[in-house]
């Protein structure tokens, strides 16, 4: 991150979270106590806001400041609410696409896969508060800028969002490989939230009950897994086939 999206010290980031800054994370010394500390906890507690708690040391080499055992990172990006999102496109006459990513974790990932989201026309972005990859400097030069075009959404659970879309009319296909129900049979050309899980354990099983459709990638090879980044693009790019046919 650069550095005028980095904030240290208990009363500079206090502010912040009062203010209702877009804060992307933050880090407190571990074994700290205090009136002001104890201040600073109960307001990221109440703004939903998780610390991490990280040795001064971490802390002394992100910045030379006098840091008071607190830092703090801004999102270069303003969030949108996907209520919002999806209820323009549709007074707009589209018929929305949205891409959520269940516990994407890596930078990279995440930043090609904004950059073929961005290609493909999607609506909005979705991310978990938590477990999911940052929205920093470094995803953003990834995607070669396509994070300052496709609108990000954040919700406290991904649930919030498969919710969200199925009460605004939008099927919830998830990407699967344990479905027999291929990509071509998907109902990708109605509005849709496609939901994207990482490479370790997919999407997460309680979305997946509640999802209206499952998506498999047809494979022939030997290895029958694809990087996450690219297994977006082929269903995403699916989805493009079938609104185009």
């Known amino acids: 991150m650069t550095n005028d999206q980095l904030i240290y010290g208990l009363r500079p980031i206090l502010q912040a979270v009062q203010d209702n800054q877009t804060i992307e994370k933050v880090f407190l010394q571990k074994g700290l106590s205090g ?134 009319g939008l099927k919830v296909v998830v990407a699967s490989e344990k479905t027999e129900t291929d990509m071509y049979a998907a109902p990708f050309k109605e509005g849709c939230m496609l939901i994207m899980g990482n490479e370790e354990t997919g999407v997460h099983k309680s979305l997946i009950q509640l999802s209206d459709a499952q998506a498999l990638i047809p494979m022939s090879g030997q290895i029958n897994s694809l990087n996450v980044s690219v297994a977006t693009g082929v269903l995403l790019y699916e989805a493009v086939r079938q609104r185009k046919a």
């Open 35 to 168: 009136s002001l500390y104890a201040q600073l906890e109960g307001t990221l507690r109440d703004a939903g806001i998780e610390p991490k708690y990280v040795p001064v040391e971490k802390l002394d080499r992100v910045t030379r400041g006098n840091h008071q055992g607190a830092v703090a990172y801004l999102s270069p990006i303003d969030f949108f609410d996907l209520e919002e999102i999806i209820v323009a496109a549709q007074e707009q006459g589209r018929v929305p696409l949205i891409l959520a990513l269940d516990r994407i974790t890596d930078v990279r990932n995440f930043g090609a896969i904004a950059r073929t989201a961005d290609c493909c026309g999607v609506d909005a972005i979705v991310i978990p508060k938590n477990d999911s990859a940052p929205v920093s400097a470094d995803a953003i030069r990834t995607s070669t800028g396509a994070l300052l075009e496709v609108p990000v959404c954040k919700v406290a659970h991904m649930k919030d969002a498969l919710f969200v879309a199925q009460s605004l």
